[in-house]
């Protein structure tokens, strides 16, 4: 009876592990990669933030139709329930968004009022402050400072 050695795998001094030029070969590759992935990745999460924005801009719309609707006018609706101004800090809505997370991207605020009339904004702090403001009008007028200069006179600037 004659037994047969099968060998999978020799070990020999000259193929124990990687060369140098391998290791950065991978090194390039992955940072390549992340040289994609991660300006994606940032575009996608400030896109998300100015959605959650836009999505407040709404419900504080909806606050100012319910304040219009007890008060006749939507003076009143900013600064806090015993002062109320015309414009500033709502004290009908949340100041800031996103409403449920304690790192905020975003100010709300009343940006003008009159008895039949209003402009609310959402001006970008911190990660997102190079973004631009939003703005609503009672109008329905949706405005984005996309180029973030300031106004919004811009070319594609009517619309979120």
């Not at 101004?85 to 940006?111: E, R």
């Amino acid at each position: 009876m004659s037994h047969t050695k099968i060998i999978l795998f020799r070990h020999s001094p000259l193929n124990r592990g990687f060369t140098l030029v391998e290791l950065l070969i991978v090194v390039v590759i992955i940072s390549l990669l992340a040289m994609v992935a991660v300006p994606s990745y940032n575009v996608s999460i400030a896109k998300a933030r100015r959605a959650d924005a836009q999505s407040a801009l709404s419900n504080l719309a909806g606050a100012m139709e319910r304040f219009f609707t007890e008060n006749g006018t939507y003076i009143g609706a900013a600064g806090s329930s015993g002062t109320p101004t015309a414009t500033g800090a709502p004290w009908i809505y949340h100041t800031q968004t996103p409403v449920d997370g304690s790192v905020k991207f975003y100010n709300l605020g009343i940006q003008a009022a009159s008895a039949g009339s209003y402009t609310l904004r959402a001006t970008p702090i911190g990660g997102q402050a190079d973004d631009g403001y939003l703005e609503l009008a009672s109008t329905g007028v949706e405005r984005w400072d996309r180029n973030n200069d300031g106004n919004t006179g811009g070319p594609d600037e009517n619309h979120w």
